[in-house]
């Protein structure tokens, strides 16, 4: 039996978590852009940091299991 959840998470995480798909952190223009479609080195810092986070937080300190088959 395969656990699938750290694939699930991280694909998940990565579509949310993309800089400039739904939100931009720092933006360019201001803080925070939404729908912008761009992004600089600071958003993708800043997004890698919030990425390993919640993915450390969601399979490792919550210990969440999706097993198939």
Not at 5 to 34: K, N, Q, Y
């Amino acid at each position: 039996m395969a656990d699938w959840a750290p694939v699930v998470v991280g694909v998940v995480l990565f579509v949310v978590l993309s800089p400039g798909l739904l939100l931009e952190l720092p933006g360019t223009h201001r803080h925070v852009d939404f729908g912008s479609f761009r992004t600089n080195g600071k958003a993708i810092f800043v997004h890698t940091l919030i990425f390993f986070a919640a993915f450390a937080i969601l399979t490792l300190a919550l210990h969440l299991h999706i097993y198939t088959g």
